[in-house]
């Protein structure tokens, strides 16, 4: 007995055989607790029926993983957290008016078609919150483009970037009187927008939140907010009211971040994160959009193994 | 080779669309409403019947080297006569397919026939497989022109006439990327069944 005890000793794993405690379920609890904030106050914004498209988007999301699972006798990860993800983000980027059918289809098709479709968890080449938002984008076009004006039930209006693009940078101006008032409404929220999406800063706690415990990178947010920047004063616009409008701080800490969809090399992290912040301008200014986020980062989730492929570090001793 | 088995081969076991997966051009394309895809799928089962009864006839006459392009002289032919028919009869239907009815001629199913059955087997053989392979088609685009038109526009619509309608609709079927997904969900349906099935080779 004790010498079947020794040999079991001597019998060799495969890696990795240092284990860290990080683990899928805890890295995903992070980014939700993480988005909490910045949902909380899309509801408090926007009232209960906020809630309940964040309710039901969730919900959806966690149901048709564990009864596709089932159904195709996979294994069955719908606790691990990454549907509540999915779910809670794709509920942050509809519009607070959406009907409850919006969330419900989006994230089964989130769930069903871009991630299980393709494998499951760590398969899937784009970011299924994102996607899932596009089809909803082309299936319901009036649902997903009416605004609620915050506090105010069944009052809409535009967006800050609806605006700009319909009637130029006075018509904001006239809006908000001052600029001031402007970067203020924006960096706290208090405007029309998607559900989560308004408030720059608690996106921003929540960003740098996950920063300091390690989740995600500083590279890909920073690159994707400073090439944002940068772009629009290229293009002669407000640079600080291009960054602090639209989903570009939702997209830039919460969704190109998403480790399966994003590059694994820092450089292709630098590469993915200027990518996405000049695609997101490059629509905003010259496509019939007024918001590029979404597209940017979908095109660039597709050039992520050919990025992953040619900024490969090379293995010691390697010519 | 038995009548039953080429029937059975171009309906199912060798369905043009979901098992060999040819012909995918107008499968995306015309399989918005389902008159478009029947009369897509008529048009070329019209043509590969045709085509496959004259490449049958002529086989032996048809020099190896330059088949390929007396087979395309042939298929256009029919291609001529099918567009000119549709403009004729159909010209609403004609006017949507558009582009895609000259564009049989490139049809891989069209050509693959030809040169995988009608060129080695007798008339009355290809002219069953032309016609069932047709059909093979004409059901598979009817399918997929169903499933889009009805969950992209909420109405099925039968040559004119609406079989019924309700009040929902996911608009995004009907634009290209339902078509595509439409499609693949439809593979991998079939694959599945296959799979159990345990008929796969």
Known sequence: ?319 | MKTGKIIWDGLAKQNPTFRMALGLCPTLAVTTALTNGLVMGIAVTFVLACSNVLVSLLRKIIPDKVRIPAFIVIIATFVTIADMLLEGFVPDIHKTLGIFIPLIVVNCIILGRAESFASKNPVFSSLVDGIFMGLGFTLSLSLISVIREVLGTGKLIFFGNLLFSFDFSVLGFVLAPGAFLTLGLLLSLFNYIDLKRGTRQ
Request: one cysteine or more.
């Open chain 1, 1 to 319: 007995m004790q010498s079947q005890n020794e040999l079991q000793r001597l019998v060799c794993s495969s890696s990795p055989h240092v284990r860290s405690g990080i683990t899928i379920k805890k890295i995903m609890f992070a980014v939700v607790f993480s988005l909490l904030p910045a949902a909380g106050y899309g509801v408090y914004l926007f009232g209960m029926h906020a809630l309940l498209l964040i309710l039901s988007s969730i919900g959806m999301a966690v149901l048709t993983e564990f009864g596709l699972q089932k159904i195709f006798r996979m294994k069955v990860t719908a606790s691990d957290g990454s549907a509540i993800i999915t779910g809670l983000l794709l509920a942050m980027i509809i519009p607070p008016s959406a009907p409850l059918y919006v969330p419900i289809i989006g994230s089964f098709f989130a769930i069903a078609i871009v991630k299980l479709a393709f494998g499951g968890l760590g398969s899937n080449i784009f970011n299924p919150a994102l996607a899932a938002r596009a089809f909803l984008v082309a299936s319901f076009p009036v649902a997903m483009t009416i605004w609620a004006r915050p506090h105010v039930d069944g009052i809409t209006g535009a967006t800050p970037l609806g605006m700009l693009s319909e009637s130029g940078m006075s018509a904001v101006l006239d809006h908000f009187k001052t600029k001031i008032a402007m970067y203020s409404a924006m960096f706290f929220g208090n405007t029309s927008g998607s559900l989560g999406e308004t408030s720059a800063l608690l996106l921003l706690v929540g960003g740098l939140f996950l920063i300091a415990i390690r989740v995600i990178s500083w590279r890909i947010p920073a690159m994707f907010i400073g090439s944002v920047y940068l772009c629009s004063f290229l293009f002669g616009k407000d640079p600080l009211m291009a960054v602090l409008s639209g989903g570009v701080f939702l997209g830039a800490f919460f969704m190109a971040t998403d480790y399966v969809s994003s590059p694994t090399t820092t450089i292709g992290q630098i590469i993915f994160g200027l990518g996405c912040g000049m695609l997101t301008v490059l629509i905003r200014e010259l496509a019939s959009y007024p918001e590029g986020v979404m597209f940017a980062i979908l095109l660039m989730n597709c050039a992520v193994p050919l990025i992953d492929r040619f900024t490969k570090p090379k293995t010691l001793g390697q010519k």
